[in-house]
């Protein structure tokens, strides 16, 4: 029975990118849901090889700090001083000493790469028996590339840098990818032959091909199907041009699993990102980290969904979520904010200019517009009015709300934590309740109102609200009604003034 390869991936992230102009290290830098290193990682992943080296130099503590992130059991090896891809290799080599088979050497900037290409690099550089096996591509441009130069019989003969070539040499529109299989002994004997003698007066991994080609050791030349794969970043205008592209490839394969994307020119979704079949996602949408949107579900236009799930035919309009829950059939929006932990049960309704945080919105109940539920729960069937603040801060520590099943909470009313809100009960318009409120209980603490009549005539005399008072109320002389006197209420008594009305006041659909 054949014994399965041993293979060491090596991932080459030790440069600066000075191009970049930035703090954070090239290969650091975002792309739909993974940095230009985490999508090389994901890519090599399949190969299941052995171990996994990272050369690290530039930034060097900011990749360790990612790589224990995402990729617990990579090594990283620094490199002191960026002395060339050779000498990256070698000190990579040198740190696992063990490694024997196949190793293969990835640049760290190249997120397009499908672990399929690199599946088949692996194979066809095993297959043949090579001591090496360089990804090559037909470019548009070659401009900046190294070049793959081949013999009369179309064999591998050397891959030169663009500094180094020759006029013919840079007409050349096959290119090197930067991805290599290789031999561990023979690539061992040829990095210690690596000279420094070439423009950058470094060592180039490149060179090791013409070693092994003078040596007479059969190497071989893998070429991508697709070129895109192989293209990799200098500045961010290229990271821009590989984001597009990749935005593309995702929204295709997921058209192509039955999802609607309406406007993909639009459309952002992280590799991370998860969509089921018959979602629809409306334009201006970005699904970002964990997202899952599920069957028949609506998102958009103009949503963004941070590591949040959508339940099966929900709705999500005009709205920013972050690691919230929408159960099935919920419906959110335009313009509400989740925040973390704003959980929405089935068929619940998170409306216009509303904040959830850290609360549950229970089975059917609804907050319509203009408020703010902070440390809640809310039972099944409960309505929440416009304009309510669940008041959960005391400036040190957050307290929690409790509404029960079917209660509701009147327009304008601020719930005190920590407070509870009994089933059933009903809370009145404007009030500032801080009790608890039983049952079937109505909670009121509304003052009664007053109404100064002749004040605005006496404090506003000359305005356009003057002018129109006087004349309702010579309107209502002249018709028989009531004038009331100076300082005279006609509102009925004090024990009626203020009361509740049963209907219309408590909260709105």
């Known amino acids: 029975m054949p014994q399965p390869h041993l293979r060491t991936v090596v991932v080459l992230a030790a440069g600066e990118g000075k191009r970049m102009k930035s703090a954070l290290p090239k290969v650091l830098h975002p792309l739909l849901g993974r940095t230009l290193l985490g999508h090389v990682l994901t890519a090599a992943a399949p190969l299941a090889a052995d171990r996994t080296v990272v050369v690290v130099g530039h930034g060097a503590e900011q990749v360790r700090a990612h790589l224990t992130e995402i990729a617990p059991d990579a090594t990283p090896v620094l490199q002191a001083q960026q002395l060339g891809t050779g000498h990256a290799v070698r000190i990579a080599l040198e740190a696992v000493p063990e490694a024997s088979g196949t190793v293969v050497v990835i640049n760290g900037d190249v997120p397009l790469l499908r672990a399929e290409t690199v599946a088949a690099l692996v194979a066809a550089h095993e297959g043949e028996g090579a001591a090496a096996t360089v990804l090559a591509a037909e470019v548009p441009d070659p401009t900046g590339l190294g070049r793959i130069v081949r013999d009369a019989a179309g064999r591998l003969e050397q891959i030169v840098e663009e500094r ?216 099944a069937k409960a309505n929440i009015g416009a304009a309510t603040i669940f008041v959960n801060y005391d400036g040190v520590n957050k307290h929690r709300t409790v509404v029960g099943e079917a209660a509701f909470i009147g327009c304008d009313t601020s719930l005190i934590a920590p407070v509870e809100v009994g089933a059933g009960a009903y809370v009145a318009a404007g009030s500032a309740i801080s009790q608890d409120v039983p049952p079937g209980a109505l909670g009121v603490t509304r003052a009664p109102q007053r109404s100064i009549e002749g004040w605005v005539a006496r404090k506003r005399a000359g305005t356009v609200s003057a002018a129109a008072a006087e004349r309702a109320l010579a309107e209502g002389a002249s018709a028989g009604g009531p004038v009331a006197r100076e300082g005279e209420a006609i509102h009925g008594d004090a024990e009626t003034v203020g009361r509740p009305s049963t209907a219309g006041d408590t909260a709105t659909e």
């Open 164 to 379: 180094d070539a020759t006029p013919a040499q840079r007409a050349l529109r096959e290119i090197n990818a930067g991805i290599y299989a290789f031999d561990a002994v023979r690539l061992r004997d040829a990095l210690g032959k690596l000279s420094t003698d070439n423009d950058q007066g470094e060592e180039y991994l490149t060179d090791v091909f013409g070693l092994l080609v003078s040596a007479g050791e059969p190497v071989g030349v893998h070429v991508a199907a697709d070129h895109v794969e192989t293209l990799g970043c200098n500045d961010r205008v290229e990271l821009a041009g590989l984001r597009r592209l990749l935005r593309d490839r995702i929204n295709e394969a997921w058209m192509r699993t039955g999802v609607s994307i309406l406007d993909p020119d639009t459309t952002w979704i992280d590799v991370t990102a998860t969509v089921e079949r018959d979602a629809v996602i409306d334009q201006n949408t970005q699904l970002r980290g964990t997202t899952v949107v599920g069957a028949q579900a609506v998102v958009g236009p103009d949503v963004t969904l941070i590591d949040t799930v959508v339940g099966a035919a929900a709705t999500v309009l005009r709205s920013h979520a972050v690691g919230a829950e929408v159960g099935p059939g919920a419906s959110v929006g335009p313009y509400a904010y989740l925040r973390p932990a704003a959980r929405l049960a089935e068929k619940s309704k998170v409306g216009t200019f509303v904040e959830v945080k850290n609360s549950e919105v229970g089975p059917g109940a609804k907050v319509p517009h203009l408020s703010y539920v902070g440390d809640a729960t809310i039972g």
